[in-house]
Every structure is written in C-alpha cells, then in structure tokens.
C-alpha cells in the first residue's frame, strides 16, 4: 500500500513536469496554489515573490488581474520548488536519488505536430507590441522589465540539426526589441556567433512559459550537439511535441503559453543597452553592457497564457533551496575521484548552490581529508564560483549549519588545517571579483579549504564529546514523552 502510494506521486509528478497546466491543478489540490489579484507587474510582483521566499516551500504564485494588462494574461512563480515537485530535503534525499536505478531514460527525440494551443493567437508584423506582455521590473535596482527569467530560448546550429535550449535572462527593449543575455561559451552564444560569422541574423525563439521539465533542462550543461528537447522527453517518458514558429522554422513546445519568434542581427550591427539585473549572488555585479538585441517578428500564445516568474534573488532566503540533484552531483563526483568513506555532500546556507560546499567522511588515513577537500574544490561541478569547501567527520550533521561551525570552531586550527588556492574558476556575476581583475579579464578567485576534522595522527587523543548518547537519548525520550511537553515539540 505505501510502495503503491508512493508509486503514485511519483507518477503523478512525472505528470505535472510534463505539463504546466497539469502542475498548477496538483498544485491547488494539495493546497500550494496561492491566487494574487491585482499586484503591480512594477516591483510589487517582484517584492511579494522575494518575501514568498521566507519560506522554504514558497507558495506557487499565481499572479492574476495584473493592473494595465490584459486579465488573460498571468504569472507564475516558484513552480519547481513546490513541495509537490521537491519531496524532503535530506540527506536521505540525496542517497535515493543517487540510488534512483540509472534513469532508463534514453533522450526521446521531439515530435513535430501540426498544431497545439501555442498557435490559438498569432500576432504579426505591424501588430506585435511587446509592451503588451506584463513584464516585472523584479527588483529596484534592475534597468528594465524582464519577461524571461525561468525561460527556453531556442536556437539550431547552422551547420547540422541540433536544436539547443538554454535559460538566458530576456528584457523587453521597446514594442519590438528584446535583448537576450547570454554569457561567453554558451551553447546560444557558440551558435549565434555562427550566424553573425556570415553577417546574418540569428534565428531565435524565446518561450517563457512551458512544462517544468523543460526548465530543468534548459538550464543544465548538455553536451555540444546534445539536443535538451529530447533530454526533456526521456525524463519524463514521452517526446516533447513541437510546432515550427513562420518566420524561422525554430521549433517551441506546441503546448508553450506565450513565444516571441525573431532574429538577433550581430552585436557589432546592433545593440541595446541590458541590465543591471539582481542576480543569485544577491547583488548586482555583472552590472550594465551592450547586448544583442532581438526583433521580434511574431508573437503566439494560448488563450490564456501563463508567463513563468523566477527571478534570482538573495541565497539566504530559506526559499533558495538545496538542490537535491546537485548535491547528488557533487557526491558522484567525489566518489568518481576515488574518494572513500564520504558520509554526505551539503551546500551552507547562504552560500547558495555554489560558494560554500560541505562534505563529511569518516577518516580513513592520513591525507583522507585532503584528498576529499581537494576534491571538492577541483571537480568539474564543485569548481565553478566557490568560496569556501569545508571538510568535517562523519559525526558531524551536515545539515545543520550550526553542526558545520561547531566543527569549524572546535576541531580547526586555522593555521595548520587550512588551503588557500589561487586563480580558480569563477564569473563575472561574483561580487568579490575586484574591478582590476574585471579590468584585465581575469575571472578568477581563490578558495579557502578548511579541514575541520579531528587531525589524524593525533585523533585518538582528540577529547571526547560531551552529548548524550543517541541510543539513551531515545530511550529517555520514550520513557518521558508522555509526561513532558517539550519532548514532543
Ligand atoms: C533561472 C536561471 C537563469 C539563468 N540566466 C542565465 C543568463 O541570463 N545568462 C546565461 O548565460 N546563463 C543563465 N543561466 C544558466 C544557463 O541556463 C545554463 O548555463 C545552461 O546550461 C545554458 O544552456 P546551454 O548549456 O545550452 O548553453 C540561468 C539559469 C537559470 C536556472
Ligand atoms: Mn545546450
């Protein structure tokens, strides 16, 4: 009975990542759809989704009667944190999902259909007025209004068949511009500089309303040529149906809520002023710059589209989750390094889901957590944008950020358990980045390894904690429960 329960959500997720109309019906079912009438789309959206992310299951946001905008038209935020879709986040968590049996899911190409509900409204030429699409301004400091934040942008190499999509943060310019940042080395840039090699426009599709499983893949690193439309189809068990836009042949989610369709002519011909935009980090450091602007050919959308809202905002909010499958990624990691006796990988709150990872083991030998440190600090998931790797033992719940600075402050002699590494990997978006290394394009920065481990030669004269045992902690518990409250909360 439970084994089928849990088959059953498991099911019914698989669903509702396949369908964003299916996703908002489970998520009022089970109480997580809050409906928000008559929020301003300047800052009051924006501030109402930031404060939604004191909670660590935001509620879905629907935003609905947007002032100045056509009441089809909605907003929706914190979908794919929902705790529909997320589950516990626990270290349990992490263990089944790395146990999950390796995805069978064998990418299942998209497939093309004549038509779906993206194509009910079509709006060409003359007609498109961009201002007509509620687009936030998010936060006060941003420089404009940005209608794609959990967003696919669609491109296809010139040269072959792969169709990419990636998440690339889309402003609206003016009634028939928009500007598409997208940084050096992503597949959309790698692509348009394709065409602009030519001297031609690029072809391009912005979708920012789709199924969930779309997001997800959208803004992971595939492979070059690796097509995420037939990565999406795998995981969810079923090909993603596509229509081809007119103008450029580009295929979109025939079940989008709401394409622009255009071409993006080269940045030397043509430019726009983006940003700034508040980013993860919680700052604005990436801060305003020419960009590649978008001429948006046709519009089409459902008849009562739903734009996706998920702009960045402070990692402290108890919102900005852990990602399970990225603390999965970082374990697989550490793991496929040959590093033995990991007990479990977290990421510090406040640090987001990159600057300050944790990882404890249960020390084997000398050098163990070095290695393991090293590690961590030098994988391809870890290496990008940390600050700070912490190393602790096994004893040591990692989860709690109090457990990690107990670690830290009792069992770290700073100066002879301690690796500061120079000219690691990191961006432009990093706030520590000094402006003379922006200056000389050096975007790199350094790492502190702490080893806040009990030191291995000496660990068997380390002191002994001082806490009640685990076993005589529940036995107390048990004996007690009834009679005393405070066992109980
Ligand atoms: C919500 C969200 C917003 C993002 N915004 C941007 C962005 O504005 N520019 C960018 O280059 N990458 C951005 N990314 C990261 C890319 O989506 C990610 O690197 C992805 O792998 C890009 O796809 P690609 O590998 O096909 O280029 C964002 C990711 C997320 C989840
Ligand atoms: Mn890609």
Request: glycine share 8%; charged share 25%; with cysteine.
């Amino acid at each position: 009975m439970a084994e089928s329960k849990k088959d059953d959500v498991r099911e019914r997720r698989q669903e509702a990542m396949a369908d964003l109309r299916v996703f908002l019906r489970e998520a009022e079912a089970e109480g997580e759809l809050v409906r928000v009438k008559g929020a301003k789309a300047d800052l009051e959206i924006g501030a109402l989704f930031e404060l939604s992310n004191e909670h660590t299951y935001p509620p879905v946001l629907l935003f609905e009667d947007i002032p100045g905008f056509d009441p089809r038209f909605r907003i929706l935020s914190n979908v794919r944190t929902s705790r529909f879709l997320v589950g516990d986040i626990s270290l349990d968590a992490v263990r089944a999902y790395r146990a999950r049996p390796k995805q069978k899911s064998e990418p299942i190409p998209p497939q093309d259909v004549n038509s779906g509900p993206v194509m009910d409204n079509i709006v060409e030429g003359a007609a498109v007025n961009l201002s007509n699409y509620p687009a936030p301004r998010w936060h006060e400091g941003d420089g404009g209004n940005y209608i794609g934040t959990e967003c696919l942008i669609v491109t296809k190499d010139p040269d072959s068949d792969w169709v990419n999509i990636g998440t690339y943060r889309v402003m609206i310019q003016d009634d028939k511009r928009l500007s598409v940042f997208i940084e050096p080395g992503k597949h959309g840039d790698v692509i348009r500089k394709k065409y602009w090699d030519k001297g031609e426009a690029c072809p391009i599709a912005v979708v920012v309303g789709q199924a969930p499983v779309l997001g997800v893949v959208a803004s992971l690193s595939a492979k070059d040529g690796e097509s995420e439309l037939a990565i999406a189809g795998g995981r969810v068990g079923q090909a993603v149906k596509t229509v081809r836009g007119k103008h450029t042949g580009l295929p979109f989610p025939a079940d989008a809520e709401l394409v622009f369709e255009g071409f993006m002519p080269p940045l030397d011909k043509e430019s726009a002023t983006e940003g700034p935009f508040g980013e993860w980090p919680g700052y604005y450091a990436s801060a305003d710059r020419p960009e590649p602007v978008v001429h948006v050919k046709a519009v089409y959308h459902r008849n009562d589209p739903i734009i996706l809202g998920q702009p960045p905002v402070k990692p402290n909010y108890p919102g900005r989750q852990i990602k399970i499958p990225r603390l999965a990624g970082l374990w697989d990691a550490l793991e496929g390094a040959g590093v033995p006796g990991v007990t479990g990988v977290w990421l510090l709150q406040g640090g987001g889901s990159r600057f300050i990872p944790v990882v404890s083991i249960k020390q084997m030998h000398a050098g163990h957590a070095k290695m393991a440190g090293l590690v961590l600090a030098g994988c391809r998931p870890g290496a990008y944008m940390a600050r700070m790797i912490v190393v602790v033992d096994d004893d040591i719940d990692i989860t709690k950020p109090a457990e990690v600075m107990w670690a830290m402050a009792t069992r770290w002699d700073p100066k002879t358990q301690t690796d500061i590494i120079d000219g690691c990997w990191t961006g432009h978006i990093d706030p520590a980045l000094s402006p003379e290394k922006r200056e000389k394009d050096d975007i790199t920065n350094s790492r502190m390894i702490v080893y806040a481990v009990r030191p291995w030669h000496w660990k068997d004269d380390f002191p002994k904690v001082n806490a009640v045992s685990k076993g005589y902690a529940e036995e107390v518990r048990a004996k007690w429960r009834d009679k005393l409250k405070f066992l109980r909360d």
